[in-house]
């Protein structure tokens, strides 16, 4: 089952809009992750939040974690046409080995 | 590019037949993250090795197993393939326990 729960499943925005996707999780993670999928591709990852950090920065890019609530969110500003794709949180359990658990995702559409 | 590399692309079968995915982690890299990609399951770990050992186990299938080489690639297997199997199916390799450099994939087509 999934740990994550992304919050819109979608998104449709104007381009030079900022977008803001949340994702909520259900145990204790060492870290949280987000990727983006352009169609049928495969995953780039974005940046990586760890569990003592409550917010950080990479580009247009800006994500915050709030452990107490087990929800993050990512943050991009200015959005541009390029940044239409599917948008994943992961994350990293505490409890056993390493494995990303990811949620369904989000589908952003920039429109021009 | 991720420096992970999959083959095949695409793959079409029939169901009940075998096959064998490949996987070349990025130089250094002795994790290696094999994920299944389906409409209605999202995206769903299976297994991971490290240096040639199973470390981790998810929702794999007892007709899907997998290795890790001395040279670390990796090869996924998937026997009595039935129609439910067709996904996009990506290998992702990590240095430690941060982020994952994800392959492009290979589609498989169960027909």
């Known amino acids: 089952s999934q740990q994550g729960e992304e919050d819109p499943q979608a998104l449709s925005i104007q381009e030079g809009e900022n977008a803001t996707m949340n994702c909520s999780y259900k145990t204790s993670i060492n870290n949280l992750q987000w990727y983006r999928q352009n169609s049928g591709r495969g995953l780039v990852h974005l940046i990586l939040i760890r569990s003592n950090e409550r917010e950080k920065h990479s580009g247009r890019l800006r994500v915050t974690l709030d452990t107490s609530k087990k929800s993050s969110s990512l943050l991009i500003t200015a959005s541009r046409a390029a940044d239409t794709a599917s948008y994943f949180c992961a994350t990293d359990a505490i409890q056993g080995a390493q494995k990303l658990v990811f949620g369904q995702g989000t589908r952003l559409t920039i429109n021009p | 590019d991720s420096g992970v590399t999959q083959t095949p692309k695409h793959l079409i079968t029939a169901t009940g037949q075998r096959v064998t995915l490949r996987c070349s982690p990025r130089?250094?890299?002795?994790?290696v993250y094999w994920y299944q990609q389906s409409l209605d399951q999202g995206l769903q770990f299976l297994i991971q090795y490290y240096n040639g050992e199973e470390r981790a186990k998810g929702n794999i299938l007892e007709r899907f197993s997998a290795q890790q080489f001395p040279d670390l690639h990796s090869e996924l297997n998937l026997s009595s393939l039935e129609l439910g199997d067709s996904a996009l199916y990506f290998c992702?390799?990590?240095?430690?326990?941060?982020?994952?450099?994800f392959g492009p994939g290979t589609r498989l087509t169960v027909l």
């Open positions: 992702a390799s990590s240095p430690g326990r941060l982020e994952q450099f």
């Open positions: 130089s250094g890299d002795l994790s």
